[in-house]
């Protein structure tokens, strides 16, 4: 006689304590790579290893940390915007714009110039939900437009506004500019709605399994337009501190350094396929790019070299946070 069995019990779900123990791996293995870098440059340059070096490195990075901060929540949900570059020169544009040409106050200047870049993004996010078309294209297309609407801004020349914004990046503690405390804020903000709110797990969710989400009742939808509006806001904010740090609103700036931010994010290791990602883990990739970058130029590299250099390092990241999902999976 066949003896019913017991259903086999269910696989147990990772314990709080095992994911912080993955998270903190994570952690301390970005935290090795940075200490490595900077303890290899500051042996071959005697300049690394100093004060001024680190605050004009922390000073250099607020437009790239709040950008990555944006593209961090994009790939989670396993789409990706090319536009952010230019949408930060354009609003770094329209703000110069308003201030030399119309006669606008700093602050509502700069509160165009975010609005410049939360439009941008909804328009990017929108077109892509609405018409189901990939994400790559559609901000593919929103970079070309955005960039020749700052030249017409602009006339094609840049536009010195001076010291109206300087504040922002002038030194503020210790020679540590207002912009970088306000990227370390946003950084720890972002990071908490992540991984503290029901809006941060539906985007983990959506990048995940999006059907599973659409068949809890979660629309995806809108989830998808305001992620992609608040990476434009947060463009629109970079421009505003690449404006006050160079003192000027220049339409080519911002050139290729959609890539850099993509870059930053996939060396903090955010899954390009989506569902992973974490925020700390950008600024951890922010500070490896910025790091690198600072010491390959005081070792008096060519920037054909330090672009090889920074290629082989976001590829190696790649790899190896490949062959740590597999593991996983094992």
Do not use: H
């Not at 077109?127 to 437009?145: H, N, Q």
């Not at 504040?167 to 804020?185: C, E, M, T």
Request: hydrophobic share 55%; aromatic share 6%.
């Amino acid at each position: 006689m066949n003896v019913p069995t017991a259903p086999a019990a269910p696989a147990a779900a990772p314990s709080s304590a095992s994911v912080w123990r993955s998270q903190l791996g994570t952690y301390l293995g970005l935290l090795a790579v940075l200490a490595g870098m900077v303890a290899l440059f500051s042996s071959l340059s005697e300049y690394f290893w100093s004060a001024e070096t680190f605050i004009t490195i922390a000073n250099e990075i607020p437009a790239l940390a709040v950008m990555a901060v944006g593209m961090t929540f994009v790939l989670i949900i396993a789409g990706i915007d090319l536009s952010v570059g230019s949408v930060m020169a354009l609003a770094a544009a329209t703000s110069a714009a308003a201030i030399l040409q119309w006669g606008w106050t700093v602050p509502a200047a700069a509160a165009l110039a975010l609005a410049t870049g939360l439009v941008c993004g909804t328009i990017t996010g929108t077109i892509s939900v609405a018409w189901r078309l990939p994400s790559f294209i559609v901000s593919l297309g929103m970079l070309e437009a955005v960039r020749g609407s700052a030249y017409v801004v602009t006339d094609s020349r840049t536009q010195y506004v001076g010291d109206a914004i300087s504040w922002l990046s002038a030194p503020f503690f210790g020679g540590i500019s207002f912009a970088f405390l306000l990227a370390v804020v946003l950084v720890v903000v972002a990071q908490l709605v992540l991984s503290r709110t029901v809006f941060g797990r539906c985007v983990v969710g959506i990048g995940t399994n999006e059907e599973a989400m659409r068949l809890a009742g979660v629309d995806p939808r809108p989830i998808r337009v305001i992620v992609f509006a608040m990476t434009g806001l947060l463009a629109g904010l970079a421009g505003l501190m690449q404006s006050a740090r160079l003192e000027a609103a220049d339409p080519n700036a911002g050139t290729g350094m959609e890539l850099q931010v993509i870059a930053a994010v996939v060396i903090g290791g955010t899954s390009l396929m989506g569902g992973r990602g974490s925020v700390v883990n950008t600024a951890f990739g922010v500070l490896i790019i910025a790091v690198l970058e600072a010491g390959l130029a005081q070792v008096g590299a060519s920037e054909p070299s330090k672009r090889i250099i920074t290629g082989f390092v976001i590829v190696a990241a790649v790899i190896v946070d490949t062959l740590r999902q597999r593991r996983a999976k094992v």
